[in-house]
C-alpha cells in the first residue's frame, strides 16, 4: 500500500511559531500532531509600523484594495527590509526555533506550506478587457506598478482567475505581489530547517479555508491578534478585501489590569482564565478599543458593497478569530451591533481528530487556525 502523507503547515508570527501535521487518511486530513512555540520574535517584518491613510488614484479597473487605500510608511521601505532580512544569524535562529519545534512535536513530514505576513503583501481585484493569456502578466504587473510605493522589479507579483460571471468578457483576476527578498527570506529558514517549502501564501487565503471552506457567502473574518486585528471579507470563498487597526489583545489586557488594579501580564492570565470559562463580563470597560472594531466592520462591508458588481449582496456572518477572540466581550459586543452570525471560529471543523482532546483544541483553535489553514491546501 502506499504510504498514507502528510503535510505541515507551519506559522511564524510576531509572537512565536505555531505548527500543524495534517494527514491523509482516506483523503481526509486527520490532525497527526501539533506544536506552539511562545516567543516573542525580534523580526522587522512582524513589528508593526503605524499605517495610515493615504489618498491614492485607483485605475479604473481595479475594484478593491488588500490592504485598501493604506501603505506602509517611509520607515518601513524594502531597502530597510532587505537589510534585515539579509541578516544570517536571524535566519538562523528561526531555523534553529523550527528545527526545535518540530522534534518536539514528532513531526513526521518534510513538506510544509507557510504564510506571509498580511500587512507585507499587496492584494488587489482587477478587471481585464478579454486579452490573449500571454498578455495577462505584463498588463497585470504595468497595473500593479501604479498602485504600490515599491519597483516592481522588487515584487513577485502572481494573478490567480476568479471564477465570476462577466456576460461582457471580462477577466477577473485576483492579484498578489510580494517582496521577492521576503520570499528568499522563508525559503532559507525552511531550507535550514530541512523542510521542503512546497507553498507560500498569504494567511488571509489559510484562514479563508480553514474558517469559510467553500462557503460562497459574503462573510468576514474578524482576526484579534496581540497588537493588531485584520479584518477580511471573503466572497465566493476567496478574500476580497484587507484592512487593519492597531487594536489587539494587548489592549484588553491594559484595560483588565488597569481595571482590576493588576499587572498586566497577570491581568493577561485572569483574561485567558475568563476566556475559558466563557464568563459572561460587562463591555463598559472596553468600549473604548471595542467602537473602532464595530465601526471598521461597518466601514468595510459598506465600502465593499458599494463596489459594481456587490450591489444587492448581503454579509451573512462574522468569524472571529486570533487568540484574543475567546475573549467572551468581544463576541457579545460585535453580536449586539449587526444583525447576522457571529462566532468564535472552529478551525478543527474539518479534521478529524480524537475526541479525548477536543477541549484542548477547542481552546487552541482561534491561534491555530493559520496554520491548520495551510496544512488543509493539500486536500
Keep these: ?18 505548527m500543524v501535521e495534517l494527514k491523509n487518511t482516506k483523503n481526509r486530513p486527520q490532525l497527526w500532531t501539533y506544536g506552539i512555540l511562545e516567543k516573542n520574535l525580534d523580526i522587522h517584518l ?49 531555523a534553529d526555533m523550527l528545527k526545535v519545534l518540530m522534534k518536539k512535536s514528532k513531526v513526521s513530514t518534510k513538506h510544509a506550506s507557510s504564510s506571509l505576513p498580511v500587512s507585507q503583501v499587496f492584494h488587489t481585484v482587477i478587471n481585464l ?13 504595468a497595473e500593479v506598478a501604479k498602485m504600490i510605493p515599491y519597483p516592481i522589479e522588487e515584487m513577485q507579483v502572481i494573478p490567480q482567475k476568479i471564477p465570476v460571471e462577466n ?63 485584520n479584518f477580511f471579507i471573503i466572497d465566493n470563498a476567496t478574500p476580497m478585501t484587507y484592512r487593519s487597526l492597531h487594536i489587539g489583545g494587548n489592549d484588553f489586557d491594559r484595560i483588565l489590569a488597569s ?35 464595530v465601526q471598521e466592520i461597518k466601514y468595510s462591508f459598506d465600502l465593499y458593497l458599494r463596489q459594481s458588481g456587490n450591489i444587492g449582496k448581503r454579509p451573512e456572518k462574522i ?22 452570525k457571529v462566532f468564535v471560529a472552529n478551525p478543527w471543523a474539518r479534521v478529524m481528530h480524537q475526541d479525548g ?20 491546501r493539500n486536500f
Design 1 to 18: 500500500m502506499a504510504k498514507e502523507k502528510s503535510y505541515l503547515g507551519v506559522d511564524i508570527g510576531a509572537h512565536g511559531i505555531k
Design 46 to 94: 512582524h513589528n508593526s509600523k503605524k499605517i495610515e491613510d493615504k489618498e491614492e488614484k485607483k485605475p479604473e479597473n481595479a475594484q478593491a484594495y488588500f490592504p485598501q487605500d493604506k501603505v506602509m510608511k517611509t520607515d518601513n521601505s524594502l531597502s530597510q527590509m532587505q537589510v534585515v532580512l539579509s541578516d544570517e544569524d536571524r535566519i538562523n535562529q528561526y
Design 129 to 141: 478587457p478579454k486579452v490573449e493569456e500571454k498578455a495577462i502578466s505584463t498588463i497585470v504587473k
Design 167 to 229: 456576460k461582457n468578457g471580462n477577466i477577473t483576476l485576483l492579484v498578489t505581489a510580494a517582496p521577492k527578498i521576503l520570499i528568499s527570506f522563508y525559503s532559507k529558514i525552511f531550507q535550514r530547517s530541512g523542510l521542503q517549502l512546497m507553498e507560500l501564501e498569504t494567511e488571509a487565503f489559510a484562514l479563508t479555508r480553514s474558517l469559510v471552506g467553500r462557503d460562497t457567502t459574503v462573510s468576514m473574518i474578524v482576526d484579534v491578534g496581540a497588537e493588531r486585528t
Design 259 to 293: 481595571t482590576l488594579g493588576l499587572e498586566e501580564d497577570v491581568a493577561s492570565k485572569v483574561k485567558s482564565s475568563l476566556s475559558l470559562e466563557n464568563m459572561k463580563l460587562s463591555s463598559e470597560s472596553f468600549v473604548s478599543i471595542l467602537d473602532p472594531i
Design 319 to 340: 468569524v472571529l478569530s486570533g487568540g484574543a477572540s475567546l475573549f467572551p466581550v468581544i463576541q457579545d459586543y460585535i453580536t449586539q451591533k449587526f444583525d447576522m
Design 357 to 376: 482532546i477536543k477541549k484542548i483544541l477547542d481552546n487552541l483553535g482561534p491561534r491555530m487556525a493559520v496554520s491548520i489553514g495551510l496544512a488543509l
